[in-house]
């Protein structure tokens, strides 16, 4: 079990206006969420010429209110103090698992009911509009505490896991519910307040649980009972959200006005794909295979395969895909590697809760700073994810083999902190010239395709129909994986440094012209995005 992410991500990464989706995972969400895994949802549009004087001064009554309402519920949902104490509380004589029952057996369901329910949850929350699933996830946290209040049996764990699986997919709506409730003038600014609320969220109960435990003498059960009560008033919550009119793919509005400003300007993507909508609508009705044809949804995907193309998008989504899988692999399993550490030292205080805190603190601050890192991400950035990542690999090797838990909880803030880092970079590279439709689409091929490549992992090393290794020699097939990731990081970096260097004898100062720091800000709105090799630019307007 691990603490609340999301808050990074991830979840999925979001200080960043344009990378929210979710990171992200976010939900890193230190506990079993993915925050990063959120979903980024982009923000590069500006305010339509439709909008006039009368909606812009209506403006702040209409969103102001839906934001901080929504900000609030992601700080409350955020709050389970007893998150990361979970898995001490499985190992302890109130439940009364045996270490290898909750490595190999409990665990392990939690990967497999993620990758089931994640392209659901992804397709539904657009199509019902966001708020029906944030309370199919506000449900599933009530279940769980209550699963783990009154389940007793092995197969009452596995079903609590099940439905973190489902909260951890349902984390989607939130990321993008918000960009429903404004105008995209805002976006930036409401991705900043929605990050903030969750990271404060995390931050408060990681705090919460370790001063319950450490100076209030709370027991486990209680803990897990407050956390009950702040799901639940997080549940209610959801019942009073407005209902957006809008969404990503399956309730696009336009009205005539913005139809004919796009008719005129520049033709991105999903301007045309409107602009058949438009012609369609005055046409005898498609038959429903050629309606389904030029959806929006399907065009996306048909896009894809111009996008996979372009050698940034490839190699930032392959680190999202590989580097995520161990870094939640590691999430969902250290605090079992606490326990067996703890147990080793007899050390009888627990501080998961604590260290919970330091790292979402900590991952925050190297989020923050990524955005003020200027590079020539063009030519370095292998280099730059290849060093980070041999990083992640020796803390991942002192944490399998140390003996002292204090070391294990260092080198994880550590191991948290480098991955955090790279995350927004990576969402700015991927999303920084796609439509938010596109890119969320992206970001979501990307998520499913690490959580199918964790739960190969799991069953092959975790799950007792595996090889079922304990949680210490997990961690070494991690450093193993680590290892092998810096290793293709490094040989990729020497060709791309070798080609760089190369051209530039031959093409002078056009190639130190290309090769300009870049750094991640916003792309302007207007900025012209590289042509796709079917004729169509990949950004919107």
Known sequence: MV????????????????????????????????????????????????????????EPRKWKWAVFFLCLFGFMASIKPGEPFITPYLLSPEKNFTREQV???????????????????????????????????????VVIWLLLLLGSTLTEMQLMEVFYGVTMACRVAYSSYIFSLVSPALYQRVAGYSRSAVLLGVFTSSVLGQLCISLGNVSFYTLNAISLGFVSFGLSLTLFL??????????????????????????????????????SSSAPPLCSASRWRHSVFVQMLLELRNVVRRPSLRLWSLWWVFNSTGYYLVLFYVHILWSKVSLAAENKNIYNG??????????????????????????????????????????????GTTD?????????VLFRGFYQFLVPI????????????????????????????????????????????DVQAQFLVYFVYF??????????????????????????????????PTQLSPVAADSEAEPLSNGKSAKAE
Not at 127 to 140: A, E, H, N, T
């Open 483 to 516: 290892v092998i990731l810096t290793v293709v990081y490094f040989v990729c970096a020497a060709v791309v440094i070798i080609r760089h260097y190369r051209k530039q004898p031959r093409e002078g100062g056009g190639a130190k012209e290309q090769a300009a």
């Open 103 to 141: 490595t190999n057996e409990i665990t392990p369901v939690l990967t497999y009911s993620y990758m089931m329910v994640l392209v659901p949850a992804f397709l539904l929350t657009d199509l019902l509009r966001y708020k029906p699933v944030l309370i199919i996830q506000g449900v599933s946290q």
């Open 242 to 279: 407005p209902w957006p009119k809008r969404s990503l793919f399956f309730h696009r509005t336009w009205n005539q006005e913005q139809k004919e400003v796009a008719a005129v300007a520049t033709k991105s993507e999903l301007d045309k794909i409107n602009q058949q909508e438009s012609v």
């Open 354 to 399: 604590g260290v919970e805190a330091a790292s979402t603190l900590l991952s925050a601050l190297t989020s923050f700073t990524a955005g003020y890192v200027k590079i020539r991400w063009n030519v370095w950035s292998e280099l730059v994810i290849g060093v980070i990542t041999a990083l992640q690999a020796g803390l991942l090797l002192l944490m």
């Open 3 to 58: 603490a609340d992410d999301t808050a990074e991500s991830g979840d999925r990464s979001d200080g960043e206006k344009k990378m929210d989706l979710k990171e992200p995972a976010s939900e890193d969400m230190g506990g079993h969420e993915d925050g990063d895994v959120e979903m980024v949802v982009f923000a590069s549009e500006g305010l339509s010429p439709s909008e006039g004087p009368i909606e812009a001064a209506e």
């Open 426 to 469: 990576a969402t700015f590279q991927i999303a920084s010239s796609l439509t938010k439709e596109l890119c969320a689409l992206v970001f979501g091929i990307n998520t499913f395709l690490g959580t199918i490549l964790k739960s190969i992992i799991n069953l092959i090393i975790s799950d007792k129909r595996g090889l079922a290794l």
């Open 404 to 412: 002292n838990i204090w070391v294990c909880y260092t080198a994880y």
